[in-house]
């Protein structure tokens, strides 16, 4: 399988292109941009917070800026782009069409993510990633506040716009040949998470006028002064992102699910619980947004429904790691970089998902709440578990991508950097949020236990950013300089094993 | 998709149920203990404001930034807030509600021993959310 080698062509003729490998690789190259920059202000936030007092960030205001924007790029501009890239590449191959259903549709949701992402940069709010009324409303300064509001509002349309094309290229465009259920899973996770997107981002888009309108002084939908409620908003952000976090890892786990067997040179444990974990978790991940809002002031009811809402969802997820240690379980596994980032992944999306069981029983939540634990828990997730798993994914396209090897030695050196960061700074800060230790907070006073776990993640996070300085330096040796691949079998792994059938595209 | 049989999966999948189950019963049960308000509980109304907390106790006398209680009371406290959203935390006494303008959010607690804790704002509301601190001072009982 070749993922569209060609002779190197002028930049413009990819970016005016709409063939689905040329939009995949905008989306690549987008969407890493974005996970250095957005890294960058990670290390920011790690160093200002190494010591109580003002270290590097000279004030409050611009640190509330760039954690806002840090959250905000890795989100949108990172992992959902990161994987468009990857959907688009594989999505059409794997349901054997000549491209996406509607390429000019395709290419015109690759190209709002530019603009959006240059609304969110250029104007650098600082409300947080969930932009909370009535602070978003009343005292958050403009225009950084609007420009957000309207670079979201573009970055949603884009991943709708991207959701109606994957659905209709899975489910229409399929070969006639091909029944749904010899999809492959990482298409599968595709087609899911689409009709997540298409399900939950109305709601916020709703909002996000509202909340645009309530700026403008025209209407009080989320302003008390104006007869409008806050935990309104609440319920239509979180009605929208409870489900958006599975829209976040079910493509990872989708990648994984091509690296796991294929490294471990045996078919997939259970082709038909993958599907069906995939499938219930788009459902049930719609019962339990209000498990952000436990502090609220929600009625006992409230609370219960939600909580159960939530853990009901936790078998699909646990469904996964199943399938995948029983996937590994007597193979001939090569613990190659990919394969190493997969494992890593699914490792940490266990941790994770055992952080989340606790923040979902009531009681235990009254602890963690908008500490640095839930900081700990999410970030397993985003960088433990996505990242993880579209890292190594990445590597495994290089080859096919550009033809070349990376090298595997500092691909190894990266992985074990970034997961010997990854556990000092999110383990620490669960740690550190059963402390008491709020988050978003520019400085600290000097309590022995926060200062100590803060320097234990700040110097996770700074192994983190060396690795992956390695990483961009391998990479951009490697595409130009590399060894040639065997395009054919580049990992040596042998081609037969995950699939029902030989994914193979006449027009490739 | 061999025809291998499914059941470690099975088995499996049974475990993490009864644990979610466990865990669902078990902080119900909890919660539902913890929401209970002692009859003869104290009312403290607690505002928040960008950036600091004042306390009002029944007997009208008013408190910035310091909260005084006795060993041996209950306390309710009604949270409110004049401008945007805050949440009040004591996190030594897993104290934590939000302050909403335009709702009045109910929390509880009987400090045990007398001594000092710290007060904070959990909930992000701008520019000094970071050091929206106060001291809770517990003191033995007066009479
Ligand atoms: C086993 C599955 C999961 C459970 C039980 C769970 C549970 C929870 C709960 C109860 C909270 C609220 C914590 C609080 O604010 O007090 C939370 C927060 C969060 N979770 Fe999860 N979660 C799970 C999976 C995920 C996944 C897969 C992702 C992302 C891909 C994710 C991302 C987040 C984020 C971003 C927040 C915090 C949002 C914020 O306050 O900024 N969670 N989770
Ligand atoms: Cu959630
Ligand atoms: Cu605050």
Known sequence: MVLELQKPRPIWQIMFSTHHTDVGLLYLITSLGFLFLGGALALAIRAELFLPGAQIIGDAMTFNRIFTVHGTTLIFLFIIPFASAVGNYYVPIMVRYKDMAYPKLNAIAFWMIPPGGALIWLGFADFTWYATPPYSIISAPGPAADMWIFGLKILGISSVLGAINFVVTILKCKHPDMSIGQVPLLAWSFLSSSLIILVAIPTFAAALLMLLTDRLGVSGFFNPAMGGDPIAYAHLFWFTFHPEVYVLVIPAIGMMYEIIPRFSRKPIYSYNSGVFAFVLLSIVGFSSWAHHMYATGMSFTEKTVFMVGTLAAVPASAMHVFNFVATMWNGRIKFLTPMMWSVGGIALFFSAGAGGVANAAMPLDFTTHDTYWVVGHFHLFVMGTIAFGSIGFFYYMFPYVTGRMYNETLGKVHFIMSFVGTVLVFFTQHVLGLYGMPRRIFDYPPIPEWIAMNQIATVGAMIIGVSMAIFLANMIYSSGKGKLANTEDPFGVGGKYYYPFEAKNPSH | ?143
């Open chain 2, 1 to 143: 998709m061999g025809g291998h049989s499914n059941w470690p999966e099975w088995i499996y999948i049974g475990v993490v149920v009864a644990l979610m189950v466990w865990v669902g019963a078990e902080a119900w049960e909890a919660e539902r203990l913890v929401e209970h308000v002692p009859e003869d509980a104290e009312t403290i109304i607690v505002t928040g404001q960008q950036w600091f907390w004042t306390f009002e106790h029944e007997d009208g006398t008013k408190e910035i930034g310091e909260l005084h209680v006795e060993v041996g009371k209950a306390y309710k406290f009604e949270i409110v807030s004049t401008d945007v959203n805050h949440s009040f935390n004591i996190h030594d006494y897993v104290v934590l509600m939000d302050a909403i303008p335009g709702r009045v959010n109910t929390v509880w607690f009987a400090p045990t021993d007398a001594g000092t804790h710290d007060i904070q704002c959990r909930e992000y509301c701008g520019l000094i959310h970071y050091n929206m601190r106060g001291t809770l001072i517990v003191e033995e009982p007066h009479s």
